[in-house]
């Protein structure tokens, strides 16, 4: 059963009022509070105009504006939890952090979310799992967490089978000679493959967070036809199934643990960091969505903590998703989280105001603007919760010096300064490719700060 959720996200019959209910008082007891608190109004007056005239939005900005409401501390795990870093990466395609390919910071876990190699062939995949290995013996990370990809055609032996000639026509592999990378005793036991897989993973360094949590990884996408060459149709790849609507788009899933923490997918849900640029002339692109609708509903019932994938390369990046509560609704089940807003509009300024931080007007009464700027500002808001992340290492190492992390701890300053909540989930598109074939550029790692609980020995 899925976590039960806030009732204050904007769609719940039980969401706080615009307008603010309060206790009637006597004029005797009104004026003595104005009297007390005079000062002390008219300074929060001065600051609170001034907030507002600084903060204020034009109309068209109105959407990318989020704020949280106050925590809920009945929604906040009461058990120990501790700051786990993993290092998400996905889509190197033979790249190696230790040929100058993209660097890998220091963290807890490192996860790869498939595309090792072009064609899986035993040479590449040796080399990926070398420097994976060589990245535990080192101590750069405690844990590897690794599924496969659609390019790693051998590791799907009835695939390879049926069309491995159409790919390896000069030099054919033999596809159990490569599964042994991943298993033991070739496989450092420091490393997971999961094949359309769980496994609980337990972290023991004295040195490190000592936390555990619950994976689930798969290499499946369902297909997208594009040619290829002469022989292969881009539908003939590895780990592939047909689809939404088709059966399979959604019985697959239905593998996935209920109580799975992280979620490691090669493909993304759709809808979420998914998109791929189509170009239409003069008029620049459009993006479509390349993700999987079976995976998405798959997310939303499991509601993992994290969710790494990749396979789209253009989609790169991280949100934070607050998933619907309630009974089924058609089309995108995420929750709109924008409906605590500042804005401005023809000149009649609208203030809503983050339940449980009030601001006063001379009166000591919170200003919240019009109930028909209200119902104006609700048309505005997005039912398709998911918020921006903006990568602290986007500007050029060699200028910032910064890693490309998403910190959703208690402490965060990142998505309104407040960290992930029970039944919400990062996503994070951590592809290291940038683009699509013939290969432009490389991204940074993704780097993700999270609260898991410490296990018993820790």
Same mark, same amino acid.
């Given at each position: 059963?899925?976590?039960?959720?806030?009732?204050?996200?904007?769609?719940?019959?039980?969401?706080? &009022?615009?307008?603010? &209910?309060?206790?009637? %008082?006597?004029?005797?007891?009104?004026?003595?509070?104005?009297?007390?608190?005079? =000062?002390?109004?008219?300074?929060? &007056?001065?600051?609170?105009? =001034?907030? #507002?005239?600084? +903060?204020?939005?034009?109309?068209?900005?109105?959407? &990318?504006?989020?704020?949280?409401?106050?925590?809920? +501390?009945?929604?906040? =795990?009461?058990?120990?939890?501790?700051?786990?870093?993993?290092?998400?990466?996905?889509?190197?395609?033979?790249? =190696?952090? !230790?040929?100058?390919?993209?660097?890998?910071?220091?963290?807890?876990? %490192?996860?790869?979310?498939?595309?090792?190699?072009?064609? @899986?062939?035993?040479?590449?995949?040796?080399?990926?799992?070398?420097?994976? /290995?060589?990245?535990?013996?080192?101590?750069?990370?405690?844990?590897?967490?690794?599924?496969?990809?659609?390019? /790693?055609?051998?590791?799907?032996?009835?695939? !390879?089978?049926?069309?491995?000639?159409?790919?390896?026509?000069?030099?054919? +592999?033999?596809?159990?000679?490569?599964?042994?990378?991943?298993?033991?005793?070739?496989?450092?036991?420091?490393?997971?493959?999961?094949?359309?897989?769980?496994?609980?993973?337990?972290?023991?360094?004295?040195?490190?967070?000592?936390?555990?949590?619950?994976?689930?990884?798969?290499?499946?996408?369902?297909?997208?036809?594009?040619?290829?060459?002469?022989?292969?149709?881009?539908?003939?790849?590895?780990? +592939?199934?047909?689809?939404?609507?088709?059966?399979?788009?959604?019985?697959?899933?239905?593998?996935?643990?209920?109580?799975?923490?992280?979620?490691?997918?090669?493909?993304?849900?759709?809808?979420?960091?998914? @998109?791929?640029?189509?170009?239409? @002339?003069? !008029?620049?692109?459009?993006?479509?969505?390349?993700?999987?609708?079976?995976?998405?509903?798959?997310?939303?019932?499991?509601?993992?903590?994290?969710?790494?994938?990749?396979?789209?390369?253009?989609?790169?990046?991280?949100?934070?998703?607050?998933?619907?509560?309630?009974?089924?609704?058609?089309?995108?089940?995420?929750?709109?989280?924008?409906?605590?807003?500042?804005?401005?509009?023809? @000149?009649?300024?609208?203030?809503?105001?983050?339940?449980?931080?009030? /601001?006063?007007?001379?009166?000591?009464?919170?200003?919240?603007?019009?109930?028909?700027?209200?119902?104006?500002?609700?048309?505005?808001?997005?039912?398709?919760?998911?918020?921006?992340?903006?990568?602290?290492?986007?500007?050029?190492?060699?200028?910032?010096?910064?890693?490309?992390?998403?910190?959703?701890?208690?402490?965060?300053?990142?998505?309104?300064?407040?960290? #992930?909540?029970?039944? /919400?989930?990062?996503?994070?598109?951590?592809?290291?490719?940038?683009?699509?074939?013939?290969?432009?550029?490389?991204?940074?790692?993704?780097?993700?700060?999270?609260?898991?609980?410490?296990?018993?020995?820790?």
């Amino acid at each position: 059963m899925p976590p039960q959720l806030p009732t204050w996200l904007p769609w719940s019959p039980s969401r706080p &009022s615009l307008t603010p &209910s309060r206790r009637p %008082l006597k004029k005797s007891d009104r004026d003595r509070k104005k009297k007390k608190t005079r =000062s002390q109004l008219r300074f929060k &007056s001065r600051l609170s105009r =001034s907030k #507002l005239r600084s +903060q204020t939005l034009p109309t068209q900005h109105i959407r &990318s504006t989020v704020m949280f409401p106050a925590l809920d +501390q009945s929604l906040m =795990s009461t058990k120990k939890t501790k700051k786990t870093r993993f290092i998400c990466i996905g889509d190197t395609h033979n790249l =190696s952090p !230790y040929q100058g390919g993209f660097k890998v910071p220091k963290g807890d876990v %490192l996860i790869h979310a498939g595309d090792m190699t072009k064609q @899986g062939t035993y040479e590449e995949l040796k080399k990926t799992v070398g420097w994976i /290995e060589r990245l535990v013996t080192e101590g750069v990370v405690e844990k590897a967490i690794i599924v496969a990809g659609n390019h /790693e055609l051998t590791l799907d032996p009835p695939f !390879y089978e049926s069309y491995g000639h159409n790919w390896h026509t000069q030099n054919p +592999q033999d596809p159990e000679k490569c599964l042994s990378l991943f298993s033991p005793p070739d496989l450092h036991p420091a490393i997971t493959f999961l094949n359309h897989s769980s496994a609980h993973i337990t972290l023991k360094s004295p040195t490190g967070p000592r936390t555990h949590f619950k994976v689930f990884g798969s290499p499946y996408t369902p297909m997208h036809i594009t040619k290829v060459n002469e022989l292969c149709e881009g539908s003939r790849w590895a780990f +592939q199934y047909l689809p939404f609507p088709a059966t399979k788009s959604e019985e697959i899933w239905e593998d996935i643990p209920s109580d799975t923490d992280v979620l490691i997918t090669h493909g993304p849900p759709h809808a979420h960091l998914d @998109g791929w640029p189509v170009e239409i @002339g003069r !008029y620049g692109s459009i993006e479509t969505h390349k993700g999987c609708e079976g995976l998405r509903r798959a997310c939303w019932k499991i509601r993992p903590k994290l969710h790494v994938f990749g396979h789209i390369h253009e989609g790169r990046g991280a949100q934070r998703v607050m998933w619907r509560d309630g009974k089924h609704v058609t089309g995108i089940e995420e929750g709109c989280a924008c409906s605590y807003l500042e804005a401005e509009e023809d @000149g009649d300024k609208l203030k809503v105001m983050t339940p449980g931080a009030p /601001e006063l007007d001379d009166e000591g009464e919170v200003s919240i603007g019009t109930k028909q700027m209200a119902e104006k500002i609700e048309g505005f808001t997005h039912d398709h919760a998911q918020m921006e992340w903006i990568d602290p290492g986007a500007v050029d190492e060699r200028i910032s010096g910064k890693i490309s992390v998403v910190d959703v701890t208690k402490r965060t300053r990142m998505f309104g300064g407040v960290g #992930l909540r029970d039944g /919400e989930t990062l996503m994070v598109n951590a592809s290291i490719m940038r683009s699509a074939w013939p290969y432009k550029g490389v991204n940074k790692a993704v780097v993700v700060d999270m609260e898991l609980e410490v296990w018993e020995g820790g």
